[in-house]
Structure formats: structure tokens, C-alpha cells
């Protein structure tokens, strides 16, 4: 497919010019992108870029970093590319360092098709960006976070908690929650030889040492609704025959990785650990149900394939929810 790119003033009219020199487009999503990271800029643009290259979408980058020096990018089908109808490829990038909230919100209603869903990605790491962000809200059906990209402390977590709880009707998606798939199947691991009925039942203590706060939080919190534990208060669980479940954490290790996870019961201790090796995880337990260290493969998973399904997925995940609210209580 070939692309045409090029570079205009930032105003609305200019942008839209440039998008009529593509013959008629075809789009099934709108994907509106928030940077004002610089450190995280080429990132996200690398993993957006390649999202719009698999789906039929339009992209909107909102380039809130001062790096594109007040300027916008149009990118289109070349003028002279087959076939007649583009099935992906249009995106737009601007400059809106300076830009008003009511000016950014009017990109977004006049550049993204309203028949199509619209997702936002939101990758907004300052205070002032806060009153763009409740002015685009009402154009998002979507909102697609990642508690843990930029900041390993819990303050993300407790903005997306009060946001949920706040905006129950919008659809989330979280990368630090998407992130934990192949750590859920393995510490399934534990219990696959058996231990007694009531064994998983027994358990007292919980310890998970992590690079970020919000991988903890949605582990533990993943970990109750398997068990039937509810989050009672500030770092606790009480479990369903109303025993209390100790919540420990620790930052340790590179961000958005966990790095050990530990579950104790009144008879024995099961150990999940990183090794060396980053892809490798090695499980044992010590006491009553010893069992000898095992080695198990932790599936990679590129954040590229996290972003597709994130945008690709429709319908909230009840999971996800259940474990976001724990986070709630579990973070006083």
C-alpha cells in the first residue's frame, strides 16, 4: 500500500483539506491518541503505527509534548494507489501544545467519523491535561489506560478507581491489567497436584514483589475472586469463611514486571519467582505439601498484541472490574 504524508498548519480546515485528497476511506474504529510524555512519545507512536497498519481505522494523534513545533501531519493513500477505496492508512498528527481544551475537543468532532466506535487512548501523565481529558470524554466509548507505562507508585491506580466509579458506562481497558495473563496461568501451577480440598482455603498471606504498584493490586485482586476472598480495608482480605488474608507488596525489579508471588496457608508456603532468565518463572512449595522447584516458560506478550485486543476486545470484562474495585478498597 503506499502512503502520502504531509505536513500542514494545525488548523482544522487545513487538516481536512489534506484528508479529501484520499479517494473514499473506509474506517471501523477512531483511535485518538493523548501524549504529553516526551520520554514515552516514540513509543506510543511506534505502537499506535502499528495497530493502524493491521485495521481499518483512523488514527488521531494529539501531540501534547512540544516536539512536532506547531504543526500537523496528514497521512493518506497515495493519490495514485489502487484500489479506490482506502481500507486503512489515514492518520493525523498535531501539534496541540498550545491548543485550548475546546480547540483539541474540536479536532476530535471534526476529524472522527461518528458512526464508528471512537477509543481513547490516554496516555496522560500531567495535572494540566486533566480538563482535555474530561472534554474528550463525551466522544469515547472507550478508554484505554496504562496504570503502570509511565509510574511505578499507586497514584495511577487510585485515578482510575475514582474514574470508574465515577463513569460506570464507559468501557476500560488497562494494559498493567492485560499484562498479567500468563503470571494468572501460572499460578494456577500451585494447586495442580492435589493438596486437600480446604488447602487453598487456608491461606493467610499474600506477597507479591512487583516493578509497579498497579501489577500487585490487579494480581491480588485477580486472586481473590478465584478464592471467594473480598477486600476488607487498606492492604487486607477477609476470606469467605471470614479469616483474615494479609496483603503484602513490594517494589522491586523493572517496571510493569512482576517479579515473585507467594501464597502462605497454615501448612505450607507455594513460591513463584522470576529467574534469571526474565521468560522463565520457577515454582516449589515448602511444609506440609512439599514439592521440588519446577521451571515454567512465562509467555511473552509484546505490548503491541496487548493494544490490538485492548481496542480489538468489545464489552466490559466483569473480571477486570471485580479486580479494579478491589484495588479500590485494598488501597484505603
Not at 502520502?4 to 485518538?32: G, M, Q, W, Y
Not at 501539534?95 to 481513547?120: E, K, W
Request: charged residues 25%.
Amino acid at each position: 500500500m503506499s502512503l502520502e504524508s504531509s505536513t500542514t498548519s494545525t488548523s482544522l480546515d487545513a487538516i481536512r483539506s489534506e484528508l479529501t485528497r484520499t479517494k473514499v476511506s473506509t474506517s471501523t474504529l477512531n483511535l485518538v491518541v493523548w501524549i504529553d510524555d516526551p520520554k514515552r512519545r516514540d513509543w506510543i507512536l511506534e505502537r499506535a503505527g502499528k495497530l493502524a497498519e493491521k485495521h481499518p481505522s483512523f488514527t488521531l494523534i494529539l501531540d501534547h509534548t512540544g516536539k512536532r513545533g506547531g504543526e500537523a501531519t496528514v497521512t493518506t493513500l497515495a493519490r495514485d494507489a489502487e484500489p479506490s477505496v482506502t481500507l486503512r492508512g489515514e492518520r493525523v498528527e498535531i501539534d496541540v501544545s498550545d491548543a485550548s481544551p475546546d480547540m483539541i475537543s474540536g479536532y476530535v468532532a471534526g476529524l472522527c467519523t461518528p458512526s464508528v466506535p471512537t477509543i481513547l487512548w490516554w496516555s496522560g501523565m500531567r495535572d494540566d491535561s486533566r480538563p482535555i481529558f474530561e472534554k474528550l470524554l463525551p466522544f469515547v466509548q472507550t478508554l484505554l489506560f496504562d496504570s503502570s507505562g509511565g509510574a511505578r507508585d499507586e497514584e495511577a491506580m487510585r485515578r482510575l478507581v475514582a474514574f470508574h466509579a465515577a463513569h460506570p458506562e464507559v468501557e476500560l481497558r488497562d494494559l498493567a491489567w492485560m499484562r498479567l495473563r500468563p503470571w494468572q496461568d501460572m499460578i494456577a501451577n500451585f494447586f495442580d497436584e492435589p493438596t486437600g480440598p480446604d488447602e487453598v482455603f487456608t491461606i493467610r498471606r499474600l506477597h507479591i514483589a512487583s516493578g509497579s504498584d498497579s501489577e500487585a493490586f490487579y494480581l491480588a485482586g485477580w486472586l481473590a475472586s478465584r478464592l471467594g476472598w473480598t477486600a476488607s480495608g487498606r492492604d487486607a482480605f477477609t476470606d469467605r469463611k471470614g479469616g483474615p488474608v494479609a496483603f503484602e507488596r513490594k517494589r522491586v525489579g523493572d517496571i510493569r514486571r512482576v517479579q515473585t508471588v507467594c501464597l502462605d496457608s497454615e501448612t505450607s508456603w507455594y513460591h513463584g519467582e522470576v529467574t534469571k532468565d526474565p521468560g522463565v518463572v520457577k515454582i516449589w512449595v515448602e511444609g506440609e505439601h512439599e514439592r521440588a522447584p519446577r521451571l515454567f516458560p512465562l509467555q511473552a506478550i509484546d505490548n503491541a498484541s496487548l493494544l490490538e485486543r485492548a481496542v480489538l476486545e468489545t464489552g466490559a470484562d466483569e473480571l477486570f472490574e471485580s479486580a479494579l474495585r478491589s484495588a479500590g478498597t485494598l488501597l484505603g
